[in-house]
């Protein structure tokens, strides 16, 4: 997969592009990643990027023709069709279905908006579609960007090991991970449950099932479609309810 990124700050990208995952995906030739600074493609003596408000008001606000020569050669780089992507607070907010139909592309075109805004021609002009990663404010597109590419690299073929991204289709889908212990088996004295030291993996598979449908519940109930859930999936988390109630009432006791 090809990822364009057009912004103002290019050692951003750059610096994630030696980080981790994403990192290794690029050395691996699996994720290719290039910046695009509309600085480079202002015309003026002093490359502005920005200016006032039409309306006034605070702040400054991106102008067109430095972003739309940057996205344009972004465009032109790779014989291959793109969608110009937006990373902004007003558009669709990404979930993990997003980042799935995102990664089947054979390239992204990201645009990153900074200051209060971007000239609403240049969306009309040149943007297909806008991408907000949730409903808080940060300072700019990059680090959204970053969320995007570190998601869809993560789902490029080969970039995780087999039996992480096999998990991935069926598990992660949907519920929230079950707990994990390491080393020791007794910590400040809350102890690993047992089944966890049992060998029994069929065991410790339901126990992992159950715990990551109780705290699904317990923490995400919203995520939780029970019609969907199987039989045997609907019974391990009647039985966690039943133990959580139990201990309620339990603790409920000695509190209350
Ligand atoms: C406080 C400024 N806001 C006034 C209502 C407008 C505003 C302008 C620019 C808010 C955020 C930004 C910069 N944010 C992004 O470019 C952005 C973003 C976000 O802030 N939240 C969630 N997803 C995204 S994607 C891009």
Redesign the pocket.
């Known amino acids: 997969m090809r990822v364009d990124v057009v912004t103002l700050f290019p050692e951003f990208l750059q610096a994630l592009a030696g980080l981790g995952v994403i990192g290794r995906a690029i050395a691996d030739g699996k994720i290719e990643l290039k910046a695009w600074n509309p600085r480079e493609y202002a015309s003026d003596r002093h490359r502005s990027v920005d200016d006032r408000p039409y309306g006034g008001g605070p702040?400054m606000v991106m102008t067109v023709e430095p972003l739309r020569s940057a996205i344009r050669a972004a465009r032109d780089a790779d014989p291959r069709p793109a969608r110009t992507s937006?990373?902004?607070?007003q558009?669709r907010?990404l979930d993990q279905q997003a980042m799935r139909d995102l990664a089947k592309r054979g390239r992204l075109l990201l645009v990153?908006?900074?200051?209060?805004?971007i000239d609403e021609r240049l969306i009309e002009l040149e943007v297909d579609e806008?991408?907000?990663?949730?409903?808080?404010?940060?300072?700019?597109?990059?680090?959204?960007?970053a969320v995007v590419i570190d998601a869809v690299a993560r789902l490029q073929p080969g970039v995780l090991g087999d039996e992480q991204s096999a998990e991935q289709d069926s598990f992660m889908d949907g519920l929230l991970d079950h707990p994990h212990y390491s080393r020791p088996e007794v910590e400040n004295g809350q102890a690993v449950p047992e089944v966890l030291l049992s060998g029994d993996h069929a065991a410790i598979e339901r126990w992992r099932r159950k715990q990551a449908l109780g705290r699904t519940w317990l923490r995400r109930p919203e995520l939780l479609q029970v019609e969907r859930l199987t039989e045997e999936d609907r019974i391990l988390l009647q039985a966690f309810q039943q133990e959580f109630e139990t201990e309620r009432e339990a603790s409920g006791e000695t509190r209350n």
Do not use: W
């Not at 990153?112 to 805004?117: D, F, P």
């Not at 806008?130 to 960007?145: K, N, Q, T, W």
């Open positions: 702040g937006l990373m902004s607070p558009g907010r990153c908006g900074r200051y209060e805004g806008e991408f907000s990663i949730g409903d808080y404010v940060i300072s700019g597109g990059e680090l959204a960007a």
